[in-house]
């Protein structure tokens, strides 16, 4: 069902978060020129030849250190090359081949998986330098010369990775059904839910923060349309993430979310809010996910008439950052609101992927700006051409302005709430793009 795997592995400094960064286009990995920097697994999608998979970025691995924090790393890339379906070891030039090179190399062959041995820092054109073929000896086939920094040889290196990717293995479901994952923290009751919904045992149930490993998929068809429910294993903080088999399940739960249309963000009704949810919920927001938070285990908290709207209030006060998400609580045990939960998942799933003419949007453009006039500086007022929608899911709006400096967040939030207050759009993010135009263009 997931993407395929690719781990960043070798030992440490020799360019692999450079290399993590250069592969999926963005800075995720912290790029620092001392040993042991990178102390946890990152990860990200990344495309070759129009397959998609997961490039992971790892902690160098030292084989012989009894470091307390390299010895973790070692552990984490360990885990990393157990899961990983392809391996791209990465080497240092400049160093040559040396006693750790050799000891990975060897952990490398036992591990059975495809290789890709990357020779880095070969920043410079034309024919490989001779160092090159000392690599030879790692008896791991031939080495790729790369330039992390510059991206040279990327390409041939990626095309030798694509070699050993399986097709892929995620199931593939009619655009009818709509891809749920459940994300929380460990315990909220997100199994329960899932057993409750199938009307079976589906998934292990227990009290132990952590027993669910993986994502598995239930799939439910009712009244309320078909969705594929994908239970995930509990995000935590990473100082609570200790067994080495759960930093893999986190791995899970995040791309759970990149596979799901909504996201049920599970709250424990007991515990209330914490920050930990705060950035399971963060995650899903900024990939731009349908969500709705449920409140589960509210069949346990004693109650009166003021109860639920005092907690709401309080849930509007802590999601704040996510002004649009609606709120539904529920009982995973009892199956209290489970059909209000059906009902949201799919209205926010519709909304996540509303399609507004660009007419109809210039006309509440139109009604906002002449409304409150756009904010000025030094004589120079903000000018909004016009704006249209060229996506959904999330839907994204591209605004054509006369100057980008000039269209504060203050006044864009005013404008995302006159199209939310006239289309709806609850429970799912939207994107802004500005488009600058010169004075004379018309």
Known sequence: MPL????????????????????????????????GVTRDRIYSRCEWRGKEFMVVDTGGIEPESSDVILAQMRRQSQLAIEKADVIIFVTDIRCGVTPDDYAVAEMLQKSGKPVILCVNKVDSLGEPPMELYEFYNLGLGDPYPVSSVHGHGTGDMLDEVYKYLPDSNETEYDKEYIKVAVIGKPNAGKSSLINKIAGEERVIVSDIAGTTRDSTDTVIENEYGRFVFIDTAGIRKKSKVTEKVEHYSVLRAYMAVDRADVCVIMLDAAEGF????????????EQGKACVVAVNKWDLIEKDDKTMQEFRTKLEN????????PFVFISAKTGQRINKLYELIKYTNDQNSMRISTGMLNDVLAYATT????????????????????????????????????????????????????????????????????KDDK
Not at 6 to 34: C, H, M, Y
Not at 414 to 429: D, K, S, V, W
């Open 318 to 325: 802590d999601f704040s950052f996510m002004s649009y998400v």
């Open 274 to 285: 914490t920050e930990q949810d705060s950035k399971v919920a963060g995650y899903a927001h």
């Open 4 to 35: 395929s795997i690719v781990a960043v592995v070798g030992r440490p400094n020799v360019g692999k978060s450079t290399l993590f960064n250069k592969l999926i286009g963005q800075r995720l990995s912290i790029v620092e020129d001392t040993p």
């Open 371 to 438: 409304r409150v006039q756009p904010p000025s500086d030094k004589g120079r007022r903000l000018k909004i051409y016009y704006m249209t929608q060229p996506s959904t899911k999330p839907p994204t709006f591209v605004t054509f302005v006369n100057r980008a400096d000039l269209f504060h967040f203050s006044y864009r939030r005013y404008i995302e709430n006159q199209i939310r207050a006239t289309f709806g759009l609850e429970g799912t993010p939207v994107r802004f793009v500005v488009r600058e135009r010169g």
